[in-house]
């Protein structure tokens, strides 16, 4: 191999390195809407030119993970209502009809006390303040409802790689006053699943995919203000 070729490969690694992390921070809030970047200081962070920096800070950029100001820098993006919005809503409508149809089918009447476990752990991981545990867990507690009509594919249409959505998800996970309310409503939608009963269902996934929209609202107006274009509180 060329030391020009093992050159450009270092740098495509470091770029991914370097994509990966600045990814993950921003999606769990460790960097926060509006703060700045530097792409000196992110070089010396990572014992590079910057040259691999400016190639994964133009990846983050077109996911919408950030905001370039021409002559000042690159910015964290704020998060976009509309397009949080626009995810919630069509996660609803098609994570609601699976649970509907696969209800109808008996998909899950043999996995009842597997969902109760996810439950009682993600409760378990909230007690214990480990949010990034209790987020997964969430992910596993929803997916489980798709793997076992095998729907999983459902999963490309409920915001997995939506950097606003996700980060919505992730502060009504770490500003929940009342994080019981949380796992209540994953309670809710366990037990009419168990009953059987498809309008309790109907109602308690709507409560609970709308229930981002109550931390939001009544978290401090630092954080609130995370949320590009959201002048008022939204009404439930």
Request: glycine share 2%; hydrophobic share 40%.
């Amino acid at each position: 191999m060329s030391y020009t070729a093992s050159v450009s490969n270092s740098n495509l690694n470091l770029t991914q390195t370097i994509y990966t992390q600045l990814r993950q921070d921003i999606y769990s809030i460790r960097l926060v809407p509006g703060e700045k970047l530097s792409e000196m200081k992110l070089a010396s962070q990572y014992g590079c030119s910057r040259v691999p920096v400016r190639d994964a800070l133009h990846r983050l950029r077109l996911e919408g993970c950030i905001d370039s100001k021409p002559q000042i820098g690159s910015f964290i993006s704020y998060i976009d209502y509309e397009s949080l919005e626009q995810v919630r809503y069509v996660r609803e409508c098609v994570e609601k009809q699976v649970m509907l149809d696969a209800l109808r089918e008996n998909a899950y009447e043999d996995s009842i006390d597997e969902l109760q476990s996810l439950l009682d752990q993600q409760w378990d991981a909230y007690k214990k303040k480990e949010l990034l545990l209790a987020h997964q867990l969430d992910d596993l507690f929803h997916l489980l409802f798709l793997k076992l009509p095998h729907k999983e594919f459902v999963r490309n249409y409920m915001g997995a790689n939506n950097v606003h959505y996700q980060r919505a998800r992730f502060l009504s996970l770490k500003y929940d006053p009342s994080p019981e309310m949380l796992v209540g409503q994953h309670q809710a939608i366990l037990d009419a699943v168990a009953a059987k009963d498809e309008a309790a269902l109907s109602r308690a996934i709507h409560v609970h995919l709308n229930n981002l929209y109550r931390v939001i609202n009544s978290a401090p107006e630092e954080i609130r203000n995370y949320v590009r274009h959201l002048e008022k509180p939204v009404r439930l």
